[in-house]
């Protein structure tokens, strides 16, 4: 659904690159997740792949269509969940729907069903710029499902949300990958990731560290951890130790033998630890 080869942007059109050389293929019904800080390159690249950007370097196609010509009609086929919120504020949230609604030359679904899926019933008749930052944001997320899109992109689908709010909205996400549907999440959550993805990528600097799925990267980079709890001087201390390391294991030795032990449990390593040992950069 997305074949990108040797992507690069630069908003100064000169050396300096937002996108540095990028390259990787997005599969029907996957769901590909985009992770990196902020300023690491995931908006750029998404922009140019929903067509606000302009492609300046590279070969890239979406849902079939060559970036480098125009076709509007590809604009059938994708639907965008912005992370900042850009719906009319004069608007009812009813009134947002059905106007996008008509940007489209296919069926779009149901506005109120759309509505009460993201947890907005009874706030068909309310201005959207009497919304809160979560509403609209919710609000924006029911209008990238309109068209019933074959490729969704996902721009920080949960931020700003409660956790029973975002919580929904992963259902959602969920329910629309079993239905084929293939999406392209960008994120600096790596729970979401995790949690969603079938493969991702890191991005730093605009550029591409790794691409491979959550499981594979755990496998790989994820040494196994033990978190121990230990009473010293009275005090409790907690350690986490790599199983695979001499070091630590003589110090998971030494810890057992000298103290009193109040837990100690196994864990793999989070995509978050994994994204740090890897590119050497926090998500901040």
Known sequence: MISV???????????????????FEVQKGETFGFLGPSGAGKSTTQNILTGLLKLQQGEVTVGGFDL????????????????????YGKLTAKENLKFYAKLFDVETRDPDELIALVGLQGKEKVRAGEFSKGMKHRLTFARSMLNNPELWFLDEPTTGLDPAIAATIKDIIREQQKKGTTSFLTTHNM?????????????????????????????????????????????????????????????????????DIRTMHSKEATLEEIFIEVTGRGLV
Request: glycine letters at 2%; proline letters at 1%; one cysteine or more.
């Open 5 to 23: 080869k040797n992507l690069s942007h630069s908003y100064n059109k000169d050396e300096t690159k937002a996108v540095n050389n990028i390259s």
């Open 68 to 87: 480098k010509k125009v076709h509007n009609e590809r604009f059938n086929k994708i639907g965008v969940s912005f992370e900042q919120s850009n719906v």
């Open 191 to 259: 729970f979401i990731a995790d949690e969603l993805c079938d493969r991702v990528a890191f991005i730093i600097d605009g550029e591409i560290k790794l691409i491979d799925t959550p499981k594979n990267l755990k496998l790989e980079y994820g040494k196994k951890l033990i978190d121990i709890e230990y009473v010293k001087d009275d005090k409790i201390v907690k350690e986490t130790l790599k199983t695979v390391d001499e070091h630590d294991k003589k110090r998971i030795s030494e810890i057992v033998n000298a103290y």
